[in-house]
């Protein structure tokens, strides 16, 4: 029988892995500075450099792929990806290191002292864990996986891997659980996305089985879960960090905080800002008039995502005293500016209606040559939009402009406004 795509490329990850964890691979990759692999180019001139030295074509392949992979996880985990070993799915859903380190915060602060780490990756949240001093086991059904998280987890002596399905692991002494359900496929040509929460691996209905038994859980889940699947029982906080969404956190028991239904956790260079509520999202609070709409004024703000996300711009408007220009559309508006990390601020500068060809006339007029285009509640692709606008504009246009698209009821506006620093 042929093997699904899936099966092929698990073989092609268990092989690389094979490679690089043989004495020779390990000694080969770590002489490797994986800034030397951070482009394609580079890659390719790495892998040349390595064969021409004599080193064996799978052995070489193994080692440019995870040095590839090392380059990209710096983003994650700092100078610690250099010396960690990663698959290209457990990369891209692993938990960033310092967002790791707030979820272990949790189960200290609740007096959980040993945890199962259920669908564990490569070990993220496990090393995070067993950095508090916690002793985690960290289980993963996929092998190569499971190989991973080991070779980043031997240098806590408090954690351990197991290699079975985490839905049969048994809790028996443990009180807490954390779980990363996988939320993506695999196959030879990348991987792909889930959204049915009871597709996940564990699915969402096994994490609810566990908060029933009394044990304090905590689940990370994609940020773009639907507010209908959320649990009742739990606090969701969304995060996002230096302005992208990375995930929805559930936490049930004594992990969650009292009083606490909804929170966007903003998270930038400078610090963290939190805003939150006690009840459930209501997507129609502002049809009904409970959310303040009004005009456009001097200064317009864009929330971050996660407090889109989370349905907190109601909360976000008391605090800035701001209005909706839409009912339907996140953006708000102020007369004085406000400063705050759950917002972007722009400066109203002019309203354009939204027609093509004028827009072309004012950015010729304007001599604009760089042009920034946000867009909500428009069926406009920006980047297409960009270059029809920009066409035809000479070398010496360097003005560079803000257009925010948007509607206001039936009508289509074009926002012309200026970055407040």
Not at 14 to 36: E, F, K, M, R
Not at 259 to 271: D, K, Q
Not at 285 to 290: F, I, K, Q, T, W
Not at 384 to 394: Q, S, W
Request: charged letters at 20%; a negative charge.
């Amino acid at each position: 029988m042929a093997s699904s795509s899936s099966d092929a490329g698990q073989s092609a990850a268990t092989s690389h892995l094979a490679h690089i964890l043989s004495p020779a691979g390990w000694t080969l990759l770590n002489s490797v500075d994986p800034s030397s692999a951070g482009t394609k180019e580079a890659a390719l001139q790495l892998n040349l450099s390595l064969r021409k030295a004599g080193h064996p074509t799978d052995l070489v392949t193994a080692v440019v792929q995870q040095s590839e992979l090392r380059f990209k996880a710096r983003t994650k985990f700092g100078p610690f990806a250099d010396t960690m070993v990663f698959t290209q799915a457990g990369l891209e859903q692993a938990t960033r290191l310092k967002l790791a380190g707030l979820h272990a915060q949790r189960y200290t602060r609740a007096g959980i002292t040993k945890v199962a780490d259920l669908g564990c990756g490569i070990g993220a949240d496990s090393l995070a864990l067993a950095s508090a001093e916690i002793e985690v086991t960290a289980v993963e059904m996929d092998e190569t996986t499971a190989a991973a998280a080991t070779l980043n987890l031997m240098p806590w002596p408090t954690a351990k891997v197991v290699n079975m399905d985490a839905t049969e692991f048994d809790l028996t002494g443990f009180d807490g659980v954390w779980l990363d359900p996988a939320r993506r496929t695999t196959d030879t040509s990348g991987t792909s996305r889930i959204f049915d929460p009871e597709a996940f691996s564990p699915p969402l209905s096994f994490v609810e089985s566990l908060a029933d038994r009394g044990l304090a859980v905590g689940v990370k889940m994609g940020p773009g879960i639907p507010h209908d699947a959320l649990p009742a029982n739990c606090e969701i906080q969304w995060v996002s960090i230096n302005g992208d969404v990375v995930e929805a956190a559930l936490w049930f028991g004594p992990l969650a905080r009292p009083g606490i239904r909804r929170a966007a956790l903003v998270i930038e260079a400078h610090g963290a800002t939190e805003v939150s509520s006690t009840v459930d999202f209501d997507p129609h609070a502002a049809l009904r008039g409970d959310v303040p709409v009004g005009k456009i004024e001097e200064y317009i703000h864009e929330p971050d995502g996660a407090v889109i996300r989370s349905g907190l711009i109601d909360e976000l408007l008391k605090i800035t005293g701001g209005h909706l220009i839409d009912p339907h559309i996140a953006y708000f508006s102020t007369k004085d500016p406000v400063k705050t990390p759950l917002a972007k601020a722009y400066r109203v500068v002019a309203v354009h209606p939204y027609h093509v060809k004028n827009l072309r006339s004012w950015v010729k007029a304007q001599g604009i040559g760089v042009l920034d285009i946000k867009k909500r509640g428009m069926d406009v692709t920006p980047e297409e939009l960009r270059k029809i606008l920009l066409a035809g504009n000479g070398r010496d246009a360097k003005k560079k402009a803000t257009l925010i698209l948007t509607r206001v009821g039936d009508t289509r506006l074009a926002i012309e406004v200026e970055p407040v620093v």
